[in-house]
């Protein structure tokens, strides 16, 4: 079974995907490949540093920064990006759900994933939600943005209304830990009931 699991930038979406891990669910983070695919020596890194060579460190690494600098402030370079990242991240993996066992619920944790229209090749989708407010507060003191900066990250994303409307099932993450465990096991449990 493919699943969608997504949410907007501090709706705590890596929670849920830790938590489905932990269950048994094969976790195939797109973040994590996104890295991975722009990574020095890469195809990907010598694209961005062709069209952005002022992203590169001095130790030529991406000054990643510097770089959601640019694309979250122009929706053209953001698109740009994209065409260089998604491709490479979809192969990526492709090949790691290939190499899952059979019958194994397989978990593509993609933030984008209504905006890039991934959601229609999977067979259930998950959508992870939290106030704006609570939002801002976790990636402020996660990442070190100005409220300014994660709001623009926010607006570049799906609107929570419209991806609830495309999503399977939603789960509210406007609590504790606790609350967070006991929303996605139900979930989770559900997911499992149709791979059994």
């Not at 066992?101 to 994933?113: C, D, K, S, Y």
């Not at 998950?126 to 709001?151: K, S």
Request: proline share 5%.
């Amino acid at each position: 079974m493919r699943v969608g699991l997504t949410g907007g930038i501090g709706s705590g979406k890596s929670a849920v995907a830790r938590l489905f891990s932990g269950w048994g669910a094969e976790v195939i983070d797109a973040d994590v490949l996104a890295r991975q695919v722009v990574a020095p020596g890469t195809p990907g890194f010598a694209q961005i540093a062709e069209l952005w060579p002022f992203v590169v460190t001095a130790q030529g690494s991406l000054d990643r920064a510097a770089l959601s600098h640019i694309v979250f402030a122009d929706a053209a370079a953001r698109d740009r990006l994209t065409a260089i990242v998604h491709p490479r991240v979809r192969e990526a993996a492709s090949a790691l759900e290939a190499a899952a066992p059979a019958g194994a619920i397989v978990v593509h944790v993609v933030p984008l994933l209504f905006e890039s229209d991934y959601w229609r090749r999977c067979d259930v989708n998950v959508l992870v939600v939290a106030p704006a407010a609570v939002r801002i507060a976790r990636v402020m003191a996660r990442d070190g943005l100005t409220p300014v900066e994660v709001e623009a990250r926010i607006a570049a994303q799906i609107d929570p209304q419209r991806a609830a409307a495309l999503a399977n099932f939603v789960i509210e993450n406007d609590a504790d830990i606790a609350t967070l465990e006991t929303r996605a096991r139900r979930v989770y449990d559900a997911l499992r009931r149709p791979a059994a």
